[in-house]
Every structure is written in structure tokens, then in C-alpha cells.
């Protein structure tokens, strides 16, 4: 016999006003609830288990190809390993100069006797200005910021003709971008984009169709992650003094530091699978076909993994944090990410005696299908 699966609706406003406390009540009260959208998993173990067993719980969401986001073993592996080799830690090394470049001047063009805010005058132009340096698409970052804003519009809305305009409008932008080292042939900048261009997978060359769909998952969605992650480590700085002094004196390892503060508040609220045989969780059994949010700020928060969820543990939490997934699918762009937002932090700190919520103005929070901040009005001195 299998226990009924407890009803939510995840996107009534009640629930969008604080999702980590929703998230933390859901969890408490049942490790699974079914919404008409499918059947959420809130506990870390339930989570875990589910990205690790890609046989039961596939990528394949929709009819849409996004590779390597929406492949299953075994084509995964040989994309996924494509893709791995843009991120070793030599690439970063050599990376990380231009992107301290890119946060110093940011941070030095922020005023220090008006609010800034963290996402839109900090995390967003960071992140575009980062990830054009990295892929060489130097002069679109005009055009990045723009579509952030318009896809964060469409998102919001919900209404999926604006959702598919705004995915075209980023898919042509791409397209640009590898039209015109097409067309430069040997002359193309040397840059991850060209290298795109040239790969092979057993021994053909990657089809415009993927390579879009490579770029998109390495621009469209990570933007958007890195924006939302700085916003959660700016107000966690804002909000906890005895950490941000410690980061000044260089007392702690700032990496460990800003994967504990998005383990505490994930933007990164779920990924998507679908079940392809019958699955349990527990006492609860989910048909074959049902799709299955993996809801990794609930499981980040579970107290049963971490004790106290809203204590700051880097060191001892480290093991067990999801915030880049885990699985075949766990993030590729870590290493990237990891060196951009510990770059933007330690500019900030050292550009800075102080970093503060502003007087006047309040926090405001991102809701679905982002989490952490839309807006961390701050004051730096
Ligand atoms: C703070 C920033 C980021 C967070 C929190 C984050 C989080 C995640 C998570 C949780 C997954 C697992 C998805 C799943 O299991 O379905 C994932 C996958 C992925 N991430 Fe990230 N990510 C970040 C930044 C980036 C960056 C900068 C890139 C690339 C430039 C990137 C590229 C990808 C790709 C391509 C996948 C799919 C991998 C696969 O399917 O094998 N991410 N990310």
C-alpha cells in the first residue's frame, strides 16, 4: 500500500512571499507534495537519491533539446565531457585576472554616498560583463542586459508566448555571435565560442542546433544564477557583520564562505526530471511519466542534514551542500562560478570599510522560478 501524496499548489501568493519558509513548512510537514505541475521533493536524501539515478528520474522534460541539460546516459557523458573541458582550473586561472579587472572597476563606478543596489547595480552588470569577457563577445553586453531584464519580465508573467519570444531573442544573439566567426573563419578570435565551433564529437563536428543550445545554457539561464547568487552573498555581508569582518581580514576562505551562504538562501530554486518507470519515495509512489521537481533550497535547508538550517557552518556544511546539484548533471560552470562571485566579494571588501543594508529602504524578495533577492538596497563606506 502507498500513502496519498499530500496536495500544494506551489504558486499561490501565500506561498511566494517567503518560499524558503514554504519550503521549510512543506518540508517539515511530508518529503513529497503534488501540485497540478508535478510532484515536488523537499528532503536532501529524497533529492539526492533522485539526481543520482538518471535511469528513473530523466532529464528528458520536454521535446526541447538542451544539451547537455535535457540529455540522459548515455549521450550525457559525451557532451557533458566536451563541455567539462571549458572549465578546468588552468582555463580559471588564466580567466581570472580579466574578470578581477572587469569587479574592480565595477565596484570603483558605484557611489558611496547614495543606495546601490546588489542585483541590478552590482550582480547584473557583473555577470554580463564576466561572461562576455569569458566567451569573447565583447560589445553584446548591451544587448545581455536588456534581454536579463526582458526575460525576467516573461518569466514573471508566466505566459509562455512572451517565455518562447524572449528564448528566441537569446538564440539569435547567439546565432550572431557564431555567424560572424563562421564567417571569419580562421581570422576568429580565439575564444571559447570559436573553440565551440571546432569540436568534434566522434569525429563530427557539433551541429548549429547544439552549439546554440551549449551557448544558451552557458549565457541564458547562468546569467541570471550569478546576478541572483551575488545578491544573496551581498545581503548575508549586509546582514552578518562578524563574517564580513572576518572575509576583510582574510581570516576565512571566501569560496567556502559564499557556498555556505547560498547553501543557507539558493536562488537556484529547482531542476526538473521526469519519471520514465513506476519510483517510491518513502511510503509515497510516484507513476511513471509524472514530472518531479528536485527543490534544492528545500534539501540545502533540511534540518536533519544540517542541524540548525540557518547556521553558518562552512566548513562542517560543505559535504553536503547542493547548491551546484549532484549526479552526471551537477554543474559544470562551478569552478566559473565560484571564481567570479569570490572576485566581485573581494573587490567589494577591499574597495570598501563597510557594507550595509541601506537606511531607508527594504530588502525585496525574488519569487518563482527565482529565489533569494530581487532587490538588496545597500550603502558601502
Ligand atoms: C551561482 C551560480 C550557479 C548555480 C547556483 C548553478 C546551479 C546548477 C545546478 C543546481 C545544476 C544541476 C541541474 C540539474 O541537476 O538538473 C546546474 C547545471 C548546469 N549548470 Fe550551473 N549553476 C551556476 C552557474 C553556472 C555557470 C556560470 C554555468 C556555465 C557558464 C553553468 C552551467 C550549467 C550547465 C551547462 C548545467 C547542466 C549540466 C548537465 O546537464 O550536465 N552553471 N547548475
Redesign the pocket.
Given at each position: 500500500m502507498s500513502a496519498q501524496i499530500p496536495e500544494w499548489e506551489p504558486l499561490a501568493e501565500p506561498q511566494l512571499v517567503d518560499q524558503r519558509g514554504t519550503y521549510d513548512r512543506m518540508r517539515a510537514a511530508c518529503p513529497v507534495a503534488r501540485s497540478p505541475r508535478g510532484v515536488t521533493l523537499f528532503r536532501h536524501a529524497d533529492v539526492v537519491a533522485a539526481?543520482n539515478d538518471p535511469v528513473t528520474y530523466s532529464?528528458a522534460t520536454s521535446a526541447y533539446r538542451?544539451?547537455?541539460?535535457?540529455?540522459d546516459p548515455p549521450e550525457?557523458a559525451r557532451?557533458?565531457a566536451v563541455?567539462d573541458a571549458?572549465?578546468t582550473p588552468e582555463r580559471m586561472r588564466s580567466l581570472e585576472p580579466r574578470i578581477r579587472t572587469i569587479a574592480g572597476e565595477l565596484v570603483d563606478a558605484l557611489p558611496r554616498d547614495a543606495d546601490v543596489d546588489a542585483i541590478t547595480d552590482i550582480g547584473n552588470p557583473f555577470a554580463v560583463r564576466a561572461?562576455a569577457e569569458?566567451l569573447g563577445w565583447h560589445g553584446a553586453e548591451g544587448q545581455l542586459l536588456v534581454w536579463m531584464a526582458d526575460n525576467h519580465r516573461a518569466i514573471r508573467s508566466g505566459e509562455r508566448f512572451r517565455t518562447a519570444a524572449v528564448a528566441a531573442a537569446f538564440d539569435a544573439i547567439v546565432l550572431r555571435q557564431v555567424q560572424h566567426r563562421r564567417q571569419l573563419g580562421r581570422a576568429a578570435p580565439d575564444d571559447p565560442t570559436t573553440e565551440l565551433l571546432r569540436l568534434t564529437i566522434d569525429g563530427e563536428p557539433l551541429n548549429d542546433g547544439d552549439i546554440v543550445s551549449?551557448l544558451r545554457?552557458?549565457?541564458g539561464?547562468?546569467?541570471g544564477?550569478?546576478a541572483?547568487?551575488?545578491g544573496v552573498v551581498l545581503h548575508f555581508l549586509a546582514t552578518h557583520e562578524p563574517v564580513q569582518d572576518a572575509l576583510r581580514r582574510g581570516a576565512d576562505n571566501c569560496a567556502a564562505a559564499v557556498d555556505e551562504m547560498?547553501r543557507i538562501d539558493?536562488?537556484?530554486l529547482v531542476?526538473?526530471?521526469v519519471t520514465t518507470v513506476a519510483a517510491r519515495v518513502g511510503e509515497f509512489a510516484i507513476e511513471p511519466a509524472t514530472r518531479v521537481y528536485?527543490n534544492?533550497t528545500s534539501a540545502n535547508r533540511d534540518e536533519t542534514v544540517f542541524g540548525d538550517l540557518d547556521a553558518y557552518r562552512p566548513a562542517e556544511n560543505a559535504a553536503h551542500n547542493?547548491?551546484?546539484?549532484?549526479?552526471?548533471?551537477?554543474?559544470?560552470?562551478?569552478p566559473?562560478?565560484?571564481m567570479?562571485?569570490v572576485v566581485a566579494v573581494q573587490a567589494l571588501l577591499a574597495a570598501t570599510s563597510r557594507i550595509e543594508l541601506a537606511p531607508a529602504a527594504e530588502p525585496v524578495r525574488e519569487t518563482y522560478p527565482v529565489g533569494g533577492w530581487r532587490h538588496v538596497p545597500l550603502r558601502l563606506s
Open positions: 539526481a532529464s538542451a544539451v547537455p541539460n535535457s540529455l550525457h557532451f557533458r563541455v571549458f572549465f561572461q569569458w551549449i545554457n552557458w549565457t539561464g547562468d546569467l544564477s550569478i541572483a547568487a551575488l547560498l539558493d536562488p537556484f531542476n526538473r526530471r528536485l534544492w547542493l547548491v551546484y546539484g549532484t549526479g552526471i548533471h551537477v554543474c559544470p560552470g562551478r566559473l562560478a565560484t567570479e562571485l
